[in-house]
């Protein structure tokens, strides 16, 4: 069950999920941005150490409001975040949480073809995880690929994109 908590003192608004290709970079300034405009990010650096990785970044996608998720060239060569993805998008099915794509330095295409770098990975991820779940990543990346949301490549400034963001995303939360 997918359940947004309100204003307890481990809630947070969004749930960040991306790659660590931006991490440093475009992710930590989206971060900073969010909590600039009074929004509670949550990233995988904020679970408590000796908790256990996946299952806790589950239960707090489960409980989020928003999603924002980080498309980058890397994205898909990580199981973890193809398994956020799809529970992203359970979540967005089931009860209605955001889910925001932003594509970075990739265009929705790729994603709904599983072109590009999308491809590469893919093909390893058939050797490694079988079809079945793969069917499900691949599934779950076309549906992210539909929904409207925001493109690195239209943009001057990180700056003002990540600005942009958190105020679409606050005035989500409102």
Not at 38 to 57: A, E, N, Q, S, Y
Not at 106 to 129: C, D, I, M, T
Request: net charge positive; proline share 3%; aromatic share 12%.
């Amino acid at each position: 069950m997918c359940i947004f908590k309100p204003k307890t003192r481990e809630t947070h608004h969004v749930f960040i999920s991306f790659c660590g290709d931006t991490r440093s970079g475009f992710t930590s300034h989206l971060e900073a941005s969010f909590t600039r405009h009074g929004i509670v990010p949550f990233l995988d650096h904020k679970i408590d150490r000796g908790d256990k990785m996946f299952p806790t970044l589950l239960r707090e996608i489960k409980r989020s409001r928003i999603s924002v998720v980080v498309f980058s060239k890397e994205y898909a060569s990580s199981e973890w975040c193809l398994d956020e993805l799809v529970t992203l998008m359970e979540c967005n099915r089931k009860s209605e949480q955001i889910v925001i794509p932003f594509f970075y330095g990739v265009k929705p295409k790729e994603l709904r073809e599983q072109s590009g770098n999308y491809a590469a990975a893919f093909a390893e991820h058939e050797q490694s995880y079988g079809r079945r779940r793969v069917k499900r990543w691949r599934r779950a990346l076309t549906k992210a690929a539909d929904v409207s949301g925001w493109d690195r490549s239209s943009y001057g400034t990180e700056f003002g994109l990540v600005g942009d963001i958190a105020i679409d995303v606050k005035n989500k939360l409102e």
